[in-house]
């Protein structure tokens, strides 16, 4: 399934203390695996998410240098730590700090992992203006 391409809310989900959302992906970002949390709180079912890319719950308000540098870690057999505002189906908006790490296979990436938990609220009130300024950044003179 391509990108839904839908307008974002000001509506928040938030997440539980205790949810942890799970999902592993190809290579290439593809999504191969969502635990139950994933599909409730993004709104979209199993067969929605396993035959999309990652970006299906990209939101608008993220910089792109924020996913290149996820990208220039994990794809390097590094671990990426980050703030991430995501989208739901509906277009509401929730935010989590982000883990992602290399899945090997004889010593070969063979697709990665991501946990994520409920980000702290005054870490977002730092971020959001942070991100704000980024794209505006990239806006004027792309993302160098
Ligand atoms: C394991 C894994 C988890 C990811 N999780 C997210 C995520 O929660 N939200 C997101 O927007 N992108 C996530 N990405 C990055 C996307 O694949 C994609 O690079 C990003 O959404 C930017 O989309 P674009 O390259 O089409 O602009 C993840 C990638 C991997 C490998």
Known sequence: MSRVNK????KEIKLNNNDFIVSKTDVKGKITYCNEIFMKIAAYNEKEL???NHNIIRHPDMP?????LAWDLISKGDEFFGFVKNMTKNGDFYWV???IT?????GRIVGYTSVRRKANPSAIGT???IYAKLIEIENQGGIK
Not at 7 to 10: A, E, G, N, R, V
Not at 102 to 106: G, L, R, V
């Open 64 to 68: 792109k240098v924020a996913f290149k």
């Open 127 to 129: 971020i959001e203006p």
């Open 97 to 99: 700090f982000t883990n």
């Open 102 to 106: 290399a899945d090997y296979i004889d």
């Open 7 to 10: 307008i974002p809310t000001k």
């Open 50 to 52: 396993l035959t999309s």
